[in-house]
Nanobody
Framework: VQLQASGGGLVQAGGSLRLSCAAS????????RGWFRQAPEKEREFVSA????????YYADSVKGRFTISRDGAKNTVYLQISSLKPEDAAVYYC?????????????????WGQGTQVTVSS
């Protein structure tokens, strides 16, 4: 499976953005799809995830109430609606696929990664 992330850009603080992650290839074994982000000189961190067949959602505490993850099965696409952007949200956002159980919050549990899309926040 290949993941293609898009939707990043330059947004003012307080603004909104929607990221998309389209999948192609073998996707029937997806357990979950999710988003991580990595700011310069920082480790990659978990942002949000959605269970592909049940739809349960998970969020990092830092984004709860501001970010919303959703999926469109027909389009094989996962979205991340970002609202009330803060300067600390600026990062490269990566989408990923998980094919098994295990914690969502560890990047080591995710087996397929997209190329990343840059989110820049101006204050």
């Amino acid at each position: 499976v290949q993941l293609q992330a898009s939707g990043g850009g330059l947004v003012q603080a307080g603004g909104s953005l929607r990221l998309s992650c389209a999948a192609s290839g073998r996707t029937f074994s997806s357990y979950a799809r999710g988003w991580f982000r990595q700011a310069p000189e920082k480790e990659r961190e978990f942002v949000s995830a959605i269970a592909w067949y049940g739809g349960s959602t998970y969020y990092a505490d830092s984004v709860k109430g501001r970010f919303t993850i959703s999926r469109d099965g027909a389009k094989n696409t996962v979205y991340l609606q970002i609202s009330s952007l803060k300067p600390e949200d600026a990062a490269v956002y990566y989408c990923a696929e998980k094919t098994g159980t295990g914690t969502y919050r560890s990047s080591a549990e995710w087996s397929v990664w997209g190329q990343g899309t840059q989110v820049t926040v101006s204050s």
